[in-house]
């Protein structure tokens, strides 16, 4: 889902998914989801989110809508960054396999 697509939930658009589009959870070492096999969306919600400033908006939809709570974490400017906060602790994301 690009950054300036309609929510899934926009009453203005039909929307019929086309493929499922598989990610991978990246979390810290010790993290509870850390070495589990598939994740339900579910079981990450109230997580700390670490995102780039181009994923930000797409990851909050993808999030939506509720229960899931989707808690924006560190704001990272590169990617190469973003493995390294995580394993830091400063949060996880979700990645293109």
Excluded: N, Y
């Amino acid at each position: 889902m690009h950054a300036d697509s309609p929510a899934v939930d926009d009453l203005r658009f039909v929307q019929r998914p086309l493929m499922d589009d598989f990610l991978d959870l990246v979390v810290p070492l010790g993290h509870p989801l850390a070495g589990r096999g598939p994740v339900e969306l579910a079981a990450v919600s109230g997580e700390d989110w670490t995102t780039l400033p181009t994923t930000r908006i797409a990851s909050s939809r993808r999030c939506a809508p509720p229960p899931v709570l989707h808690r924006a974490g560190a704001l990272l400017d590169e990617w190469p960054a973003v493995p390294a906060g995580i394993g830091h602790g400063m949060g996880c994301i979700w990645c293109s396999g």
